[in-house]
């Protein structure tokens, strides 16, 4: 079973353009920040808000296409949604809430509280079935809304911000909830958040979402590996430049950004003008004298902040542009590199990506 | 909803809180208080109660109640039935001529009571009245001196408190929560259902409430349209407005049972305005 | 009607003689309560005797007789109270705080009222029992309703013309007010209540003399009146000059 989505969708005076499949068994993210228009996406794919133009069709079902003049109302599809804010109905119990899509079906209401009770004993709330939504925890609640979503074994299961509103302890605990039962569920599975940890651990397959427009899709390895844009840069920890590529020399070109200005080689066929420049923290050398080999970008500034993970270090400096460098905790200790202390950072030209922006 | 542990429900103003109502402010709240409750402490004090038992037992007394409760609640009824489609198109939809409507809708809040009742004449008279003398002359239907007449005037008049309590209703209603139930399957009609109308409880019994008693209350416009029959559009106003006449001792007695109604029904339905 | 608020002065003043006719200069203001069915007639006579006492300022309260006794009763600040029956110029005497300088000014008779175009063709008195005829009268305890009701039982048709009563008015203006308009039938009213004004709305059937009641009107002097000589130069006034105004508004003398 697959959902092919191809939509322009528009709410209010944003405008949201996204094209990708998902198939049944392997779970997509849509990741992308704030503002990016993953909301929209889902109340379209949840029938809410009807797409400008383009289709949605679950295998051979389509569910949208208003250039045909087809709209399945929500009521109507087979879908299962959890809502940023759960929006548990609050004059219910826990397990009217999730016996609700059923009782809407017209199941009998004996069999419909047996589901819900079995459910939520299964995610845990055995003993919390009576209570209203505003007794229970955030993470009871969010436990509620899934059981809700999933009560009528829909065909497709969208997770909107599922863990945004828990702290911590709440989030880890239920991350781990919502995998497993991800995993058992046969049918498609979408997960929109804004956290790239979430999506790396909960989905097989992310879709990057910037601005109302798709700008990568892939493993979260594949991305890793090669992010095609700022943001996917970001998430995945490298450093990102963005500013104008003018030649510099053969083969050369100058990224004039805002903090300051890097050389970068110059991609074949590129015109010049707005670009993106990748680089990873892994290629930054640091060092405490004026570095003197064959690496065309030097630059010098005070230590910000040192994270430490695992048996690496990220140093961020304040440099201009500012970098991110990743170094061994040896190297940290034996450069005494400490918030405030001043050092050289240099890398070569060759080691940036250049993007078109 | 942002932690893990338990939401306890709102408790009482904290002790800084509560010390800190200005005097000013208790002064006025006072007098206020002072307004109201002194005009009924005057009923109070004023009522015949060695008498009250044969006065309330009189048929006039019993006539008046009993037709007073039946137009009330129909107007009421009605009101809620015309009121909750309005109030829903005036707050989820916009056409040409909205704040038109809402402005005609609430008029009868701000008219004198006689002048509703000459406009109910206008409109439904026999002779003179724009739809009330085609009803008449094509069908023999008369309004005017009927327990209908009393019905619509005191419609009439409760209609705007109605629908200005529902619409306020829907405006706090998070419209997300139907959108949720539509996602989970629910048509239109058991979103109304199951979901908005019980969500909107309280604002549904205050909107009952305060139009009940209105019409419970409807005077001018009643006599005006109405008339005055014993039995058929006497209602407990009129009674009291009659005996206040001839006999004031029993306008008191019958006043007193106004109030107890409508204290009953005010007290009565006090836990559903609080959830 | 005017409901004054209710000071009640206990200044029982036994009533004073004094001079008669306007008194010259002073401001004073005069309050009358009077039968609703001397609107147009008392508004006549009362203009004339502000003209004859410069000064004077005349307030009249119309209304129902024994609505406009309750109040006198309840201590209400009039100074002069003329009835459309003795019943209630007794209960301010009785009950309330008494009159002076009492004296009956003016009769009148009653009569069936029906709008211009008399749809339901009534015609006397026996018509007013005829199914699906729309009666109105003044209440009971409005002179002109017990009246009314007094007819019925003078031509002994009590029963059946007081089933077709669809409205019991709080006085005979109200009653006029509806009969006008064409949504009653009929109404019983003083012969008095065709004014000009509606003259051309309404029609008047007489009653026969033998089942007729003649209604007398007196006037009087209300006790612990603040002006008890204007009041009573009042009283002198429409038993004196106000009489032709009366009769040319259709009232009968006074027996």
């Known amino acids: 079973m697959t959902l092919a989505v191809d939509v322009t969708a528009r709410r209010g005076a944003f405008e949201v353009r996204a094209a990708f499949e998902a198939e049944a068994g392997r779970t997509v993210a849509l990741l992308g920040p704030n503002g990016s228009g993953k909301s929209t996406l889902v109340s379209t794919i949840a029938g809410l808000v009807p797409p400008v133009e383009g289709t949605i069709a679950l295998d051979d079902a389509v569910l949208d296409d208003p250039a045909n003049d087809v709209h399945v109302q929500p009521e109507r599809r087979p879908i299962g949604v959890v809502f940023q804010d759960l929006l548990l109905f609050p004059h219910l119990s826990a397990i009217e809430n999730a016996a609700f899509p059923l009782r809407a079906r017209g199941v009998p209401k004996p069999e419909a509280r047996q589901r819900a009770s079995e459910l939520l004993a299964r995610l845990g709330l055995a003993n919390r079935a009576g209570a209203h939504p505003r007794d229970l925890s955030g993470g009871e609640a969010q436990r509620v809304a899934l059981a809700r979503a999933l009560i009528v074994e829909p065909a497709l299961l969208l997770l909107d911000e599922p863990l945004s509103a828990l702290d911590v302890g709440a989030r880890m605990r239920v991350r781990e909830l919502i995998r497993d039962e991800l995993a058992g569920f046969p049918g498609v599975r979408i997960i929109v958040t804004h956290d790239p940890v979430e999506a790396s651990i909960l989905a097989e397959r992310l879709v990057l979402l910037e601005d109302g427009r798709v700008s990568q899709t892939g493993t979260p390895e594949e991305i890793r590996a090669a992010p095609r844009s700022r943001y996917a840069a970001d998430l995945v920890g490298m450093n990102a430049f963005r500013g104008i590529l003018e030649p510099l020399e053969v083969g050369a070109g100058l990224l004039v950004t805002d903090e300051g200005d890097i050389v970068a080689p110059w991609p074949d066929g590129f015109e010049g003008g707005e670009a993106i420049g990748l680089l990873r923290p892994s290629d930054v050398t640091l060092s405490l004298d004026l570095p003197d080999g064959s690496a065309r970008n030097v630059v010098q500034g005070r230590v910000t902040s040192i994270s430490v993970e695992g048996d690496r270090a990220r140093v961020r400096i304040a440099s201009a542009p500012p970098l991110v460098a990743e170094v061994t905790l040896a190297s940290v200790e034996r450069l005494g590199l400490r918030d405030g202390v001043v050092t050289w950072a240099s890398f070569k030209a060759v080691e940036v990506e250049i993007l078109p922006a | 909803m942002a932690t893990d542990s338990r939401r306890s429900p709102s408790t009482a103003s904290s002790p800084l809180r509560r010390g800190r109502i200005p005097a000013g402010f208790v002064v006025l709240a006072a007098l206020g208080v002072a307004l109201v409750a002194l005009p009924l402490l005057g009923l109070v004090l004023r009522t015949p109660w060695s008498r009250i038992a044969d006065v309330l037992t009189s048929e006039t007394a019993l006539a008046a109640l009993r037709l007073s409760l039946i137009v009330a609640t129909t107007a009421a009824a009605i009101s809620f039935v015309l009121g909750f489609p309005l109030a829903w198109v005036l707050v989820r939809s916009t056409f040409p001529g909205k704040t038109l409507v809402r402005a005609i809708v609430v008029l009868p809040l701000v008219m004198p009571p006689v002048v509703a009742g000459v406009g109910l004449l206008a409109a439904f008279g026999r002779r003179s009245g724009l739809i009330g003398s085609w009803l008449y002359e094509w069908f023999g239907i008369q309004l005017t001196f009927t327990t209908a007449a009393a019905v619509l005037a005191a419609t009439f008049v409760s209609f705007p408190l109605t629908v200005l309590a529902l619409e306020a209703g829907l405006r706090g209603l998070d419209e997300r929560l139907e959108d949720a139930a539509a996602t989970l399957g629910a048509s239109r009609w058991y979103v109304l259902r199951r979901v908005t109308v019980p969500l909107l409880g309280p604002q549904i019994a205050a909107a009952l409430v305060l139009s009940w008693a209105r019409a419970l209350g409807e005077f001018g416009a009643t006599i005006t349209f109405a008339g005055n029959l014993q039995g058929r559009t006497q209602t407990l106003p009129l009674a009291v407005f009659e005996q206040l006449q001839t006999d004031t001792d029993a306008a008191f007695a019958v006043s007193m049972l106004l109030i107890f109604l409508a204290f009953a029904v005010i007290l009565g339905l006090r836990g559903r305005f609080l959830r | ?255």
Not at chain 3, 35 to 57: C, K, M, N, Y
Not at chain 3, 121 to 145: F, Y
């Open chain 3, 1 to 255: 009607m005017l409901l004054l608020a209710a000071c009640s002065d206990s200044n029982d003043n036994g009533g004073t003689t004094g001079a008669s006719g306007g008194t010259g200069g002073a401001e004073a203001e005069l309050t009358v309560s009077a039968a609703s069915s001397l609107t147009e007639a008392f508004g006549e006579i009362g203009e004339a005797f502000e003209a004859a006492s410069p000064g004077t300022t005349m307030t009249f309260n119309f209304g129902p007789s024994d609505g406009l006794a309750g109040q006198i009763n309840e201590g209400a600040p009039v100074d002069v109270f003329a009835s459309a029956s003795p019943t209630w110029m007794d209960s301010v005497q009785d009950e309330g705080p008494g009159v002076t300088d009492r004296a009956d000014f003016a009769q009148n008779r009653l009569a069936i009222i029906v709008p211009a175009d008399n749809l339901a063709g009534i015609e006397n008195l026996d018509d007013l029992t005829e199914d699906h005829v729309q009666l109105v009268l003044a209440a009971e305890g409005v002179p002109a309703g017990d009246y009314a009701r007094e007819i019925f039982q003078n031509a002994g048709i009590s029963t059946a013309a007081l089933a077709n009563v669809v409205s019991n008015e709080e006085d005979v203006k109200a009653v006029i007010t509806k009969v006008m308009s064409g949504e009653a039938d009929a109404g019983i009213g003083y012969i008095t209540d065709v004014t000009l004004d509606v003259a051309e709305q309404v029609t008047l059937i007489p009653i026969p003399e033998e089942v007729n009641v003649i209604a007398t009107y007196p006037i009087a002097v209300v006790n612990g009146s603040q002006e008890a000589d204007l009041a009573q130069g009042f009283v002198e006034y429409v038993l004196g000059d106000g009489q032709q105004t009366l009769a040319e508004y259709g009232f009968l003398p006074p027996p």
